[in-house]
């Protein structure tokens, strides 16, 4: 018996707009850590690195939810045509 994340990786793999760049955007701990070694090289200094590295990953995840909720919120819209006379 396969368990639910399976089923949703399925899901997510069908998809033909899944990415590296997508699936790390939903994981941002995993995308801040691999901001923090460039960042640390960049910048020089481990806590900024991190500190900014986690402020960059949730910035990132936010701006993909709030993309995928209006992406959806579009579609549902634009199946059910109502017009207000």
């Known amino acids: 018996m396969r368990h639910k994340s399976y089923a ?3 899901k997510m793999r069908d998809s033909p707009f899944v990415t590296p760049m997508t ?4 994981k941002p701990l ?3 850590f691999l901001l923090v070694l460039p960042l640390w090289i960049v ?3 481990f806590i900024v690195a991190a500190s ?3 402020l960059l990953a949730f910035l ?3 701006c993909h939810a709030l993309y995928t909720l209006k992406k959806s919120a579009g579609d549902k819209a634009g199946q ?3 017009h207000d006379d």
């Open 30 to 32: 995993l995308l801040a």
């Open 52 to 54: 900014a590295a986690l």
């Open 23 to 26: 699936l790390l955007a939903r």
């Open 43 to 45: 910048l020089g200094n």
């Open 8 to 10: 949703q990786s399925d």
């Open 60 to 62: 990132i995840a936010m």
């Open 80 to 82: 059910t045509h109502h």
